[in-house]
């Protein structure tokens, strides 16, 4: 806490801790960033060759371009990191220009300039995307689990692509996307047309037993669902709320995430 306030020079305030989850708010989209990327730098200092699951989304793409700036600055050492790709959108090319894949190689895999031997699949354009769910996993328990885990709040409390409902020991899988999610991912693909119906998304079993999870939430659009998340009633309508039982959770949140203006 000291040590991002001094870093990132904007206000903070750890609003609650609970026994495992330590909410932090940020005066700002800037110092959210910064202080996530402090939370990954920590992390992988700990742990240089940690295994890492990082979303996609806008939330966590200006922590990505800290790390970015700070990896050409030779401040961060990602050359034994292993990266295990959250989720995917059924049958897909990884050139489409969807790709969930593509999305997280041009904002992390090629600016952290991690080896492309070190990256890890969860792959929706293969013939049989049940397989490759069940290989994904076998990949990550291989890996001992996940050490880190950044994650973005759907605006349906979903994590990765575990659409509500959700239950805390739901398996990597393919799901149907809910209409608010579709709506939602509209924005990034230029209309809801273009949005798949279908994904794949890294299990809530997996995601749950990280080892330590970023939470990062941005805007007043996500204050009422951060609430549910942290505060509310664990259940699968809100699969992030699992995350107040799961082990070592910071939540980051702006100001306007937190107090809703
Ligand atoms: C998407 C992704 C999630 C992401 C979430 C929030 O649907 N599947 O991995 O975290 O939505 O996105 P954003 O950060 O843009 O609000």
């Not at 995917?88 to 220009?97: E, I, K, S, W």
């Not at 031997?117 to 049940?130: C, E, H, I, K, M």
Request: hydrophobic residues 40%; contains cysteine.
């Amino acid at each position: 806490m000291r040590k991002w306030r001094r870093r990132t020079g904007h206000i903070c305030q750890s609003v609650c801790c609970s026994e495992n989850v330590n909410l932090i708010v940020l005066g700002d989209y800037k110092a959210l960033s910064c202080a996530g990327a402090d939370w990954f730098e920590e992390g992988i200092r700990e742990k240089p060759d940690a295994a890492i699951v990082p979303a996609t989304g806008d939330t966590p793409m200006g922590l990505y371009r800290e790390l970015a700036e700070r990896h050409s600055r030779g401040l961060i050492d990602t050359s034994q990191l292993c990266i295990f790709q959250l989720d995917a959108y059924l049958g897909l090319a990884q050139d489409d220009r969807r790709s969930l894949f593509g999305w997280m190689h041009r904002v992390f895999i090629e600016p952290l300039g991690i080896a492309e031997s070190n990256v890890v699949r969860l792959a929706g354009d293969v013939l049989d995307p049940w397989e490759a769910c069940r290989v994904y996993e076998a990949a990550v328990r291989a890996a001992g689990g996940f050490d880190l885990s950044v994650l973005g709040l759907g605006p349906n409390g979903h994590l990765g692509f575990n659409e509500p409902p959700s239950p805390p020991d739901a398996p990597t899988r393919i799901v149907d996307l809910t209409p608010e999610s579709i709506v939602s991912n509209a924005r990034y693909w230029g209309g809801e047309e273009h949005v798949p119906r279908h994904a794949l998304t890294c299990g809530m079993d997996l995601l749950l037993a990280a080892r330590r999870t970023l939470l990062v939430v941005s805007g007043t659009h996500k204050h009422e669902i951060l609430h549910r998340a942290i505060e509310g009633p664990q259940t699968p309508a809100v699969p992030a709320s699992y995350l107040q039982s799961a082990s070592h959770v910071t939540v980051l949140a702006d100001q306007a995430a937190w107090q809703g203006r």
